[in-house]
């Protein structure tokens, strides 16, 4: 009989693509994934790696097999689900990733709600990176936060297989000194006024640089001065110490420093939308369903508070 945890370790070498970085991603010693995929390979009687002095692929069994270890580790997963939909209680931990200005805004809107439930125990990680789905699908994670620019439901993509819950619209805003000349209600902040200041501007590597880059193609120009920092927490604590200027998403305004105005910018900015990811076996599980409640109502109140800061 196939084991469920060596399965599992297969999936996940699939992924990360070698023993060290599956042991890694698991928490085990790269000895003890080899002795899982070999005695996976026992249970099954077929090579499911070609191993040679440079590393390990899988074969074709291998893949086959990883095919089918996604659609029975789904199965088990919904059948979970319905197991604990029938007890009618949310009990157990939900691991939720996000993005850090979304961690930021959300994790103090999740607790409240969240604690009425004693048996329930929730995880908030912040990641930089946009790997929320590849986490939620290898079930590191239960829900991940992320951000779409492109304007389409990213279900339609290469994440397809996962449910994608919409839960707020977040422009691009402009964020300035209180004491600056664009800080005035009555000065213009059109887009070709913004030319002249020095800008404040994420790294490349950054997804809130996409905002940005676009804005300035509209403008059909570069800042007269442009100065890089990462993290958008360090971007607005430089604009409020009189720096520079920048163009963030309104989510990073929630909890920003001192000495900031926040500007609206004209409706033809880029704007993101926020997204929250689950797997579709997931969605029955009382505590996943509890977590998902509470992310909306969350979004419901950012939304309201970015109404206020930034006078969407």
């Avoid at 994934?33 to 191993?51: F, P």
């Avoid at 990176?129 to 994670?141: A, C, N």
């Avoid at 213009?188 to 193609?217: C, H, K, N």
């Amino acid at each position: 009989m196939l084991d469920l945890r060596r399965l599992h370790v297969l999936r996940e070498f699939s992924v990360r693509g070698t023993i060290a970085a599956t042991a890694s991603a698991l928490g085990y010693t790269p000895s003890a994934v080899s002795q899982q995929l070999a005695r996976l390979e026992q249970e099954t009687g077929v090579a499911l790696l070609d191993r040679s002095p440079k590393g390990a692929e899988l074969t074709d069994a291998g893949r086959l097999l990883v095919t089918q270890a996604e659609e029975i580790l789904a199965l088990v997963e919904a059948t979970e689900s319905v197991l604990a939909e029938q007890a009618d209680v949310a009990l157990g931990m939900v691991t939720v990733t996000a993005f850090p200005t979304a961690a930021v805004a959300f994790a103090p809107l999740l607790a409240p709600p969240l604690r009425r439930h004693e048996g329930m125990q929730l995880v908030l990680r912040q990641t930089l990176l946009s790997t929320g789905p590849q986490k939620v699908r290898s079930r590191e994670v239960d829900i991940a936060l992320v951000d779409d620019w492109s304007g389409q439901h990213p279900g339609r993509g290469p994440d397809g297989g996962l449910r994608h819950i919409h839960l707020l619209r977040d422009p691009l805003v402009l964020a300035v000194p209180e004491d600056h000349r664009l800080a005035d209600p009555a000065e213009p902040a059109t887009l070709d006024r913004l030319l002249g200041e020095s800008w404040i501007v994420a790294p490349q590597t950054e997804r809130s640089r996409y905002g940005t880059d676009r804005l300035l193609a509209e403008v059909g120009g570069l800042p007269a001065t442009t100065w890089e920092f990462e993290g958008l927490g360090t971007i607005l604590s430089l604009v409020s110490r009189g720096i520079g200027i920048a163009a963030v998403p309104a989510l990073a305004m929630v909890g920003s420093p001192a000495g900031l105005v926040c500007r609206r910018l004209p409706a033809s900015a880029p704007e993101r939308h926020v997204y929250a990811v689950v797997r579709p076996a997931s969605l029955r599980r009382p505590a996943v369903q509890v977590t998902l409640a509470a992310l909306r109502e969350a979004a419901r109140q950012v939304e309201r508070e970015l109404a206020e800061v930034a006078d969407l």
